[in-house]
């Protein structure tokens, strides 16, 4: 069947996410005559303001979100019956315009882990310094301030934080680090820094960073609302893409196929869902896979949508006092300078911020608008008493991995000031202030897998296993982070009390119970005493509760092919050519990180890897366009 041909550039982008942006952005800097497109199923971002107030990042994961896919994985008995739900981006720049905007970095030696030639940290430091601009203080030797995505503190800090560093330094009895992202220092407490300008208060995402701020170069094309089905091969070279138009961004267009030529290179940019189910529908992967959705194989490459990996996180709510700053207000879409309370979560109403708030935001670029809630956190490592307290299940990972590696956070413990919904079972609250303690691990060992299939109705779906929680290791350190993050907001100034709803469901007279405060209790007070029916009550609420920390990755693996590999050392898919994957899918292993900062990271590697095989001299010629 014969499809019309759009266009011909020299580049494709099959999706149009962090990575992608950062790719596309680079090439066309280094050389304005590559006809470069980017396909991206989602809608575009540019200047809109769910997308570039801080504040607003919640509001993309709303059940009527479009700007991020649902993706549901499959009921999981560790997981008591449960379909986790997995959102990822969905819009130019992926999730570099929906996430959190933490400012986080793996250890270097994560890198080195990997195990790739080209891909030491020695090798990406100079990389990771290229893409950012440290505005929060300078002449920090693993920071770089001239890049186009900006970190800073914010536009302006929340109580919440400071209470939360204050008790972690004396009763957790941790250090304080100002910097604990200079790629190797870990447990202690430290300032989260934020990807937000610290002059126009914008979120610093990859799409307007690199790719909108191109748009004198008409040679560099993002299509948006274009979904791609698959690539288009002659002789198992890559020469094209084919797409329709999305029926979600674009409900009422055709949806008939088109091809766009790629004279030079295709790249696959879908992240870890849509990397591998891409090249599963272009008949690449494992032939089991295929033969069930009726695709004929061109290359076996049984890697492809193994290895999927990510971190796993827990969110409890607190009640907080009345007169400490949180985003509840904004969240809620509250009028604060006319006391006018309105119903919470109203879409409607997620644009409208309080007025005197959004002011301040466009006059300077400071005030909550600029602000994610989130301002503080460890890097935990448990000591020995912690680790005793652990049991015995959690001790062999800890030898084996964690014990000699002292980079190498087990969990981060963090404070939002405000509620911070559980995906599973989100509260509809009355309006008031909170705080939620979060604590997620950074190196689980459960994997799971992402494939293609049919269902009963014919129609494609997804088949997703997260594998949260299948090793017994893994839930360890979620249920001691319940119980000392616990510990450290009780004692917090603001603390008025537990929300029972969002906590686990304790016995009848238990010690542990939830209930409403009238203020924190003495930093030397005891430690809640939890019998053996309120850590399973723990263990339970877990296993209902915990969820993606939306850092998915590892479907197209770089390793070698006979290691499940999906690509080599430059990105390039095993048994075809002129096709290459780059974004979060390839990483290896897991990095102790949110993961923004790897998908920049293999953006820039990938740049240059692609600028060597075409000739194009990569010197760093995009400081002007970029700054």
């Not at 709303?62 to 997995?86: D, E, Q």
């Not at 891909?119 to 990389?127: A, H, Q, V």
């Not at 992967?285 to 796993?312: F, M, S, T, W």
């Not at 590999?565 to 050519?577: K, P």
């Amino acid at each position: 069947m014969s499809h019309p041909i759009l266009s011909e550039f020299d580049i494709v982008f099959a999706g149009g996410g962090a990575t992608a942006c950062v790719v596309a952005g680079r090439l066309a800097a280094y050389d304005p005559s590559l006809r470069i497109l980017i396909l991206e199923a989602g809608q575009h971002t540019l200047n809109k303001p769910i997308h570039v107030q801080p504040y607003q990042y919640p509001f993309n994961q709303a059940p009527t979100s479009t700007t991020v896919t649902f993706n549901i994985g499959n009921p999981s008995p560790r997981l008591n019956g449960r379909a986790p739900i997995v959102p990822s981006g969905r819009c130019v720049g992926g999730g570099s315009c929906v996430n959190f905007m933490v400012y986080t970095r793996a250890p270097a030696s994560d890198y080195d882990d990997w195990g790739v030639d080209g891909w030491e940290s020695e090798n990406l430091i100079p990389l990771m310094k290229k893409l950012e601009t440290y505005e929060v203080q300078p002449g920090h030797p693993t920071h770089g301030y001239n890049g186009p995505i900006k970190v800073s503190s914010g536009g302006c800090e929340v109580g919440v934080s400071d209470e939360f560093i204050q008790v972690g330094t004396t009763y957790h009895k941790r250090h304080y680090a100002d910097d604990t992202n200079d790629l190797e220092t870990c447990n202690t407490y430290s300032p989260w820094r934020k990807y937000i300008d610290g002059t126009t208060g914008r979120r610093s995402d990859a799409a307007h960073h690199y790719v909108y701020n191109q748009a004198h170069n008409p040679n560099l094309q993002v299509w948006d609302g274009k979904r791609v089905k698959r690539i288009i091969f002659e002789d198992k070279r890559a020469v094209g893409v084919e797409f329709t138009s999305d029926p979600v961004s674009c409900p009422d267009a055709d949806q008939s196929s088109s091809i766009a030529r790629a004279l030079k290179l295709v790249v696959i940019s879908g992240g870890a869902f849509g990397s591998p189910t891409i090249l599963e529908r272009s008949g690449i992967g494992a032939e089991a896979v295929l033969k069930r959705c009726g695709i004929q194989q061109l290359v076996n490459l049984p890697g492809v949508g193994e290895n999927y990996q990510d971190h796993n996180v827990v969110f409890v709510p607190y009640l907080a006092a009345d007169e400490v700053v949180t985003m509840d207000a904004l969240w809620r879409g509250e009028s604060i300078v006319q006391g006018k309370h309105v119903l919470p979560m109203i879409p409607a109403i997620y644009n409208h911020p309080n007025v005197e708030s959004l002011a301040q935001w466009n006059s300077n670029g400071k005030s909550l608008i600029a602000q994610n809630g989130l301002d503080s956190k460890i890097k935990w490592r448990p000591d020995d008493e912690e680790l005793k307290a652990m049991g015995p299940v959690f001790q062999p990972r800890w030898k084996e991995f964690f014990q000699d590696r002292p980079d190498k956070a087990v969990a981060i413990f963090l404070a939002i000031a405000g509620y911070g919904a559980q995906l599973s079972r989100p509260l509809i609250l009355p309006p008031r202030n909170y705080m939620t303690a979060g604590y997620g691990t950074l190196y689980p060992v459960s994997v799971g897998s992402v494939h293609i299939n049919v269902t009963e109705n014919g129609k494609e779906g997804m088949d997703l296993t997260t594998g949260f929680l299948d090793d017994s290791s893994d839930i360890v350190p979620l249920d001691f982070g319940y119980k000392k993050t616990r510990e450290i907001f009780r004692r917090m100034a603001s603390y008025r009390g537990e929300i029972a709803a969002g906590h686990p469901d304790f016995p009848e007279g238990s010690a542990a119970a939830c209930r409403e405060a009238s203020g924190p209790v003495d930093i030397n007070a005891p430690d809640i005493v939890y019998t053996a029916e309120d850590d399973e009550a723990i263990s339970q609420f877990h296993r209902d509760v915990v969820q993606t920390a939306w850092h998915s990755l590892g479907t197209c693996a770089m390793k070698p092919e006979e290691d499940r590999g999906v690509v080599d050392a430059r990105l390039n898919v095993y048994g075809v050519s002129n096709l290459k994957v780059a974004d979060m899918s390839i990483s290896p292993l897991n990095v102790g990180t949110n993961t923004y900062s790897t998908a920049l990271l293999i953006g820039e590697r990938a740049a240059m890897i692609i600028a060597e095989d075409l000739g194009i001299d990569c010197v760093d010629v995009t400081r002007v366009q970029f700054r």
